[in-house]
Every structure is written in structure tokens, then in C-alpha cells.
């Protein structure tokens, strides 16, 4: 069976369709849990308003979100779910380029790769 005839526009809508939802609910399920971990573990402080506290060093690069993370904390929990919303549109282009690659659409690849370009250009900025 070839891709052409097996991946139909209406299964590949749905499919791409489906990547978005799984993502987003994957994403909002972490933030919820991280949410609620922190609140367990810090709800009851006193909140110090006239002190301005910014994120920990930490959670300000992905290393440190995925320690952070991985040791069950909640703020890394919470940073970790926006880090996973902000993968799913990039997951679905890649998931794109392999699809019309697939179908030899040299065309369609070409211009998902300008797509892909710009969307990690624009997370990562001009540092790269």
C-alpha cells in the first residue's frame, strides 16, 4: 500500500487534529498536577507581597525545568506543561515535513521547513 492511498487529506487533518488535542491535554494535565503539588506543598504560607520574588534561577533554562521536573516539584511540574504546549505546534510541523516527505512532496517540504525554521527561530531567538 503506498502513502498516497493510505494517508488520505481527511486522516491526515485528523491525525494532525489529534497531535494539537494530545498535546494540549498532555500539556494542561502536568500543569494541573504541578499546580496542586504546589499548592500542597506551599499553600498555607503567608504570600510576602511588598517582596518581589522572580522565577529561581533554576527554572530559567530547560535543563533546569526538566531537573526540576523529574524531582517532582511544582513549579517544575508547572514550567515543564508549558514547555510541552509550546512543543506541540513545533511536534505537529515535524510531524508535517515527515508526512510530505513521505508522499515525495518536495514542495510542501520545502515550505514546512521555512515553517519549522522560522517556529525555532522565534522560541530560540537570536542567540542561535
Not at 499548592?39 to 526540576?68: C, M, N, Q
Amino acid at each position: 500500500m503506498t502513502v498516497e492511498r493510505y494517508w488520505t487529506d481527511e486522516r491526515l487533518e485528523n491525525l494532525l487534529g489529534n497531535i494539537l488535542r494530545g498535546g494540549v491535554l498532555v500539556s494542561a494535565t502536568v500543569v494541573l498536577a504541578g499546580g496542586i503539588l504546589f499548592l500542597a506543598r506551599h499553600g498555607t504560607e503567608p504570600p510576602a507581597y511588598h517582596v518581589f520574588h522572580g522565577e529561581p534561577t533554576d527554572l530559567r533554562a530547560v535543563s533546569g525545568i526538566l531537573k526540576d521536573a523529574f524531582d517532582v516539584r511544582g513549579r517544575g511540574l508547572i514550567q515543564f506543561g508549558l514547555l510541552l504546549l509550546i512543543a506541540t505546534p513545533v511536534a505537529r510541523v515535524v510531524f508535517s515535513v515527515v508526512m510530505f516527505l513521505l508522499a515525495r512532496d518536495v514542495r510542501y517540504v520545502v515550505f514546512t521547513l521555512i515553517v519549522l525554521a522560522i517556529l525555532l527561530y522565534s522560541l530560540a531567538g537570536p542567540s542561535i
